[in-house]
């Protein structure tokens, strides 16, 4: 198929739900991905936050290669042992001693939703407004941005929204029926919002004191993209529960939901299960992925790249008015402008660079973990061409 007849089916037989680039890329490798027609692009987007160790890694094609030519898939009626390493070493990353898993965000924080609620025996959970949790009715309702649930209402009931880094909301907020809190410590898709220090020290007293859990979904800050693998360890904060999901399996979907002995020993069998959560294919892709974040160090590179680029994006922030703010944490950068920024994505792909825009008008960065300083640079020059011509 040529890149006219891929569209084209696409428009035909695919449910229009994404406003997609024209583009359709075809491989790729490290950070670099080329659409159907030759193109080149810098990735700096990563597939959403998800391609942590780049593409096409070669442990994980080989870890991939290895177990599709064992097996492909069994199920959770008997063990497989690519699935016992990982929640091996996801123990060993955490306090949490358990995992369950599944394949997406979405289901990771539904999970993490219906293990608080069982293992508190209450039913509200609050969650922050423009956070992002996922699409199905229960994680789409957590979501604290009416625009995505509004359509599909009844919605169930049992969540509250806040303001986020507002202490004193959420104490208001927290009633007898109280199950958990459930937070992002940076808000990826409701514009790159970092939680303050204060904020989540605060949060942690508020569960304490009040025996209510602490949810944190890590579905795009985790594994490593923060500067830590998990980006929670950087507030120096002890979750209950954490979702993990995007860049976990080095590009092949897998979720997980980990919790602590005591909060995860409430699930007893029959209360949750997945046909494909678990598969060894997926585990096998994120034992590796994990191995290469580790021996490559690539949370420490995150933290330095994250340094570096956000010192390069304010001095754009110095010399463009429309520039408002530059944040971020590790390898998830925002850079909110006064305008709406979808043209300058557009602007960018066609200089050969992916980025996406948030919340209208924060242009999201997520690259590979493995992205350097001249990458940086590129990219950044690029943008200052884009932002020249506004
Ligand atoms: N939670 C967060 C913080 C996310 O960013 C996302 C997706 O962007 C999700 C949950 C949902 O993940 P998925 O799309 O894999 O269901």
Redo the contacts with the bound molecule.
């Keep these: 198929m040529n890149t006219k007849e891929v569209m084209d089916n696409y428009d035909k037989y695919v449910m229009h739900t994404y406003g997609r680039q024209p583009i359709v890329l075809d491989h790729g490798h490290g950070v670099k991905v080329y659409d159907k027609d030759g193109n080149e692009y810098l990735d700096f987007f990563a597939g ?2 998800v391609n942590n160790v780049g593409q096409t890694n070669e442990k994980v094609v080989e870890a991939i290669k290895n177990q599709a030519e064992k097996m492909i898939h069994t199920s959770n009626i008997y063990y497989n042992e690519p699935a016992a390493i990982l929640a091996e070493k996801l123990a060993n990353k955490s306090h949490f001693t358990k995992t369950f898993f599944s394949n ?6 539904e999970a993490a939703i219906k293990l608080a609620r069982k293992a508190t025996g209450k039913g509200e959970i609050i969650t922050a407004l423009q ?5 199905t009715m229960l ?1 789409v309702t957590a979501t604290g941005q009416d625009q995505f649930s509004a359509p599909f209402k009844p919605l169930p009931p049992g969540f509250k929204h806040v303001p986020y880094n507002d202490l004193k909301a959420m104490e208001d907020a927290i009633s007898d029926d109280t199950a958990a809190i459930m937070l ?1 410590v940076v ?3 409701g514009g790159v919002n970092v939680a303050n220090q204060d904020y989540m020290n605060g949060i942690q007293k508020l569960c304490d004191d009040n025996n209510i859990l602490l949810i944190i ?5 985790g594994v490593g993209r923060c500067g830590s693998f998990f980006a929670h360890d950087l507030f120096g904060i002890k979750p209950d529960i954490v ?1 993990l ?2 860049g976990l399996g080095g590009g092949v ?1 897998i ?1 997980a939901t980990l919790a602590t002995e005591e909060v995860a020993s409430a699930f007893v069998p029959g209360d949750h299960g997945s046909t494909f959560g678990g598969n060894p294919l997926a585990a096998a892709a994120a034992d590796a992925a994990i191995d290469v974040i580790d021996e490559k160090n690539l949370s420490q590179n995150a933290k330095e790249m994250g340094v570096y680029l956000k010192d390069k994006l304010n001095t754009l922030k110095d010399k463009y008015d429309f520039v408002s703010d530059v944040r971020g944490l590790g390898l998830l950068v925002g850079i909110e402008l006064t305008m709406e920024g979808g043209s300058i994505v557009d602007k960018m792909r066609e200089k050969g660079v992916l980025i996406n825009c948030t919340a209208g008008n924060v242009l999201r960065i997520a690259p590979a973990l493995i992205i350097t300083k001249e990458d940086i640079d590129v990219m950044v020059e690029k943008l200052d061409e884009v932002f020249s011509e506004i």
Excluded: C, L, M, Y
């Excluded at 956070?131 to 699409?135: D, P, Q």
């Excluded at 979904?217 to 800050?221: A, I, R």
């Design positions: 959403i936050a997406s965000g979405a289901e990771a924080n956070s992002f949790h996922g699409r994680t992002e808000q990826g898709e979904d890590e579905v795009q800050t979702s999901a995007k979907p979720g």
